[in-house]
């Protein structure tokens, strides 16, 4: 095998988003990756935000010209069980065979000059960081790369030496596949379901009017299973467990399956390092009830792409970088977990089950809620005033931090104070210290300060600009010391 400028582990999302970045940003790639799986692949539900994903990565055309069935929300039963059916608020999402969007996002990549290659990849030590051998039906070689990014999801060739396990989150799926003729009767045919239960939660995908993939998410050490009499024994006993999908699929005929698949729930301890990173499912995973994890792991993927294309054409900017992304996947991995906890809080309700308990666990959710609820109030009373006199609080500093700007890590302008949590550059796309120093130059009307800002930066819709302004408010960064602040009545 030639040297490459990037190897990448895996083509499922990750390795061939960051396989078509780094080969259209003129780099040699190889993606290296094992053949499609011989149990059928699950489908999963892309919601309607991953479609301004794919715009953004210029691949919206090919994905809707896939013809992938659409679907326009979810119908839960959620905790107390009562039905809830909930549409998208914008657009609709995409219920994908994870087959067929792999096999096309990796076809993206080698049309944009990535080399795919099949067989299976592994790690071999060595002293100055992760190597990799590749064994393909002919015969096992070295691979020889300038970056290494480990994309193979769960199996982690080299992320697997720096997981850590997620306490109390050991889960299989049992996946299997239904088939209706004429369709089920359900508020929208379209729609994913999720029940919660006793002992777990059950999701299904439509992969047209007729047919639907129908999971159980189980903790094999705490589920009551039904023991020794093989999967599809098992399988029906959770649907038994049940009370809505038990009723719409007890017509219905179980097609495919029942498969087993883990979904338990890990982080890294380390993203990166000198040569390589970890991206998607091989650095770290979210719970399967978030829809998000696709996303996740591409957006990951072109951070990691970004960095890769820093650490090779800028050698002297790789240690920012690699500081960059780990810190980057962490974050982005703790507010997921947060998120999920919440999820599985609210679904605890009247099960009471240490399934459910133990999910519900997750340390900082009151932190995030009260950030939020600061956010919000602060945002209701930007929209009621007239006019704002505003100046930064004195403990405020500016400071360089390492961020993306186009397909490189760089330095740039962020702010810290005494009690934030990290650092602040961004918010829904708002350059903070920008607005900080145009807020202080003295606008006194919002709308003349949303102006200001839109000529001086990169132009933000107005509630994305509202919505930087009540964090900087809400956190401090910001004081008003417009008159109705300063009246003797306060
Ligand atoms: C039960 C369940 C349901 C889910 N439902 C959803 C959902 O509805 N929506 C959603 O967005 N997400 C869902 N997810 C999460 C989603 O599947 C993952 O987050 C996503 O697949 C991660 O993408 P990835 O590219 O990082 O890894 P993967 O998709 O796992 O891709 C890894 C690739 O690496 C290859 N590979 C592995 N080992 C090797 C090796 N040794 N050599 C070469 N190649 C190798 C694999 O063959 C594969 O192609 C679900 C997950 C589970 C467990």
């Known amino acids: 095998m030639p040297v490459f400028d990037a190897a990448i582990i895996g083509g499922g999302p990750a390795g061939a988003t960051a396989g078509r970045l780094l080969a259209e940003w003129g780099h040699s790639v190889v993606i290296l990756t094992a053949p499609a799986d011989t149990h059928p692949a699950l489908a999963e539900c892309l919601p309607p935000s991953t479609g301004k994903l ?3 990565l210029g691949i ?3 994905i809707d010209g896939a013809g992938f069935y659409r679907t326009s929300g979810n119908t839960v039963w959620w905790g107390n069980r009562r039905r809830r059916v909930e549409p998208y608020p914008a657009g609709l999402g995409y219920q994908v065979p994870r087959g067929d969007f792999d096999g096309l996002l990796l076809a993206l990549a080698r049309s944009a000059g990535a080399r795919v290659r099949f067989g299976k990849a592994f790690s071999v030590p060595g002293a100055a960081g992760p190597r990799i051998e590749f064994q393909t039906a002919a015969q096992r070689v070295p691979v020889r790369a300038r970056f290494l990014l480990d994309c193979s999801g769960r199996a982690g060739v080299i992320g697997r030496g720096f997981r850590v396990r997620q306490r109390n989150s050991r889960t299989v799926a ?6 209706q003729a004429g369709g089920w009767k359900l508020p929208d045919i379209s729609h994913t379901l999720v029940e919660s239960y006793g002992d777990g939660w059950a999701w299904s995908v439509p992969l047209s009017p007729e047919v639907r993939h129908v999971a159980f998410m189980v903790d094999p050490g705490e589920t009551k299973m039904v023991r020794g009499q093989g999967p599809g024994v098992r399988y029906r006993a959770e649907l038994a467990k049940t009370a809505a999908f038990r009723r719409i699929f007890s017509r219905s ?6 498969w ?3 979904a338990s729930l890990y982080t890294a301890r380390r993203f990166c390092g000198p040569g390589f990173l ?3 499912d091989a650095g770290a995973c979210i719970d399967p009830l978030s829809s998000f994890g696709v996303k996740k792991a591409m957006v990951s993927a072109w951070a990691g792409a970004v960095v890769a294309n820093t650490c090779l054409r800028k050698p002297a900017m790789q240690e920012t970088a690699l500081r960059y992304f780990d810190e980057r996947e962490r974050q982005v991995h703790e507010e997921y977990a947060r998120q999920s906890a919440a999820w599985f809080r609210a679904g605890s309700a009247r099960q009471g089950r240490p399934f459910w308990e133990h999910r519900s666990e997750e340390a900082g ?3 995030g809620r009260a950030d939020a609820e ?6 209701e009373d930007l929209r009621r005033r007239p006019s704002l006199r505003l100046r930064r609080a004195e403990s405020v500093r500016v400071v360089e931090r390492p961020g993306i700007e186009g397909r490189e890590i760089v330095l740039r302008a962020a702010l810290v104070a005494p009690g934030v949590e990290g650092v602040l550059d961004f918010v829904a796309n708002v350059d903070l210290p920008c607005l900080v120093d145009l807020a202080e130059r003295g606008s006194s009307q919002v709308p003349d300060l949303f102006e200001a800002y839109n000529r001086a930066c990169a132009p933000v819709t107005l509630p994305d600009f509202l919505t930087a302004l009540a964090v900087l408010v809400a956190k401090g960064i910001l004081i008003d010391h417009s008159p109705r602040d300063l009246s003797p009545s306060r």
């Open 54 to 56: 794919f715009r953004f």
């Open 60 to 62: 919206q055309d090919a």
């Open 174 to 179: 049992l996946c299997g596949v239904w088939r």
């Open 253 to 258: 005929a179980l097609e495919r399956g029942p």
């Open 260 to 262: 087993g698949r883990d």
């Open 278 to 280: 970890l991206a998607g």
């Open 365 to 367: 959710a009151a932190n």
């Open 374 to 379: 600061a956010a919000r109030a602060a945002l």
